[in-house]
C-alpha cells in the first residue's frame, strides 16, 4: 500500500529565507510524487511533480522538489519565501498504473513571517 | 480555460436526510475522483471514475456514500442519513489521460447538524 508522511504540522519561516517542506513516501514501483497547496477556503492547487528524470522537479511560483530514492523522500523547497506563500501544503503519491487515486500526507502549515 | 465546478459551496443539512453534491470536471478528462477533508484526517480516497469502466469504491466509508457519473461528463455524490461524522469538505478533482496530475474543484463545505 501506499503511504505518505509529512513529519512537520507546522513550519514556520521568516520572509526572504529558504523554506523546505518534509515528505517521504512509500510505494511500491516507480512511485509518482506531487505537491498541492491549498490556500484559506479553496481547493487544492498543483505545484509541481516527479514522474521521472532529473531528481530536481521545478514548479509554480517559484518552488522546487528534490526526488531522493535512496531517502524516498520530496521535500519541497523555496530559495526565498514569500508572505503570500503561507498556505497548507500536500505531498501526495500514487504508483505507476495509470490515472489512479492520490494518496496524500496529513499536511503541512507553512506560515512565513515578515 | 474553465476549470473544476462544484456545488454547492456550502451545505447545511439536519442529521438524517440525504444530500446530493455536484461536480462538474474539466471538458474532455476522463479521469474523475471525489475525496474528503476533514478536520484531523487530512484528505482521504472515496470512489474514482475512469472513462466507461466500473467506479474504484473501495475509499466510500459506508454503504450511505454513493456516487454516479453521467454520461462520462457531470458526478453527483449522494450521502443517504447524514450523520455529524460526515461533516468536512468534498473535493473534486479531474485529470486527462495524457497528463498525470488531478485538478480540483474548490469544494462543497458539508455541515450536518
Known amino acids: 500500500a501506499q503511504s505518505v508522511a509529512q513529519p512537520e504540522d507546522q513550519v514556520n519561516v521568516a520572509e526572504g529565507n529558504p523554506l ?8 511500491s514501483g516507480n512511485p509518482y510524487l506531487f505537491w498541492y497547496v491549498q490556500y484559506p477556503n479553496r481547493g487544492l492547487q498543483f505545484l509541481l ?6 531528481n530536481l522537479v521545478k514548479g509554480s511560483y517559484g518552488f522546487e522538489a528534490e526526488f531522493n530514492k535512496s531517502q524516498t ?7 526565498s519565501a514569500l508572505v503570500s506563500d503561507s498556505a497548507l501544503y500536500f505531498c501526495a503519491v500514487r504508483d505507476n498504473r495509470g490515472n489512479t487515486p492520490l494518496v496524500f500526507g496529513k499536511g ?7 | 480555460g474553465a476549470g473544476v465546478s462544484q456545488s454547492p459551496s456550502n451545505k447545511v443539512t439536519e442529521k438524517g436526510k440525504d444530500v ?20 484531523g484526517q487530512g484528505l482521504e480516497f472515496l470512489i474514482y471514475f475512469q472513462g466507461n469502466s466500473a467506479p474504484d469504491k473501495s475509499g466510500l466509508p459506508s454503504d450511505r456514500f454513493s456516487a454516479e457519473r453521467t454520461g462520462g461528463s457531470v458526478s453527483t455524490l449522494t450521502i443517504q442519513r447524514t450523520q455529524q461524522e ?8 479531474s485529470s486527462s ?10 469544494g462543497t ?3 450536518v447538524t
Not at chain 2, 86 to 93: H, I, Q, R, W
Open chain 2, 97 to 106: 489521460i495524457y497528463r498525470d496530475e488531478q485538478y480540483f474543484g474548490p
Open chain 1, 20 to 27: 523546505t517542506v518534509k515528505c517521504t513516501y512509500s510505494v
Open chain 2, 109 to 111: 463545505r458539508l455541515t
Open chain 1, 49 to 54: 511533480k516527479y514522474i521521472t528524470g532529473d
Open chain 1, 108 to 114: 503541512t502549515r507553512l506560515s512565513v513571517i515578515a
Open chain 2, 20 to 39: 446530493e453534491l455536484r461536480c462538474d470536471p474539466i471538458s474532455g478528462h476522463t479521469a474523475l475522483y471525489w475525496y474528503r477533508q476533514s478536520l
Open chain 1, 73 to 79: 523522500s520530496f521535500h519541497l523547497k523555496k530559495p
Open chain 2, 86 to 93: 460526515d461533516s468536512a469538505v468534498y473535493l473534486c478533482a
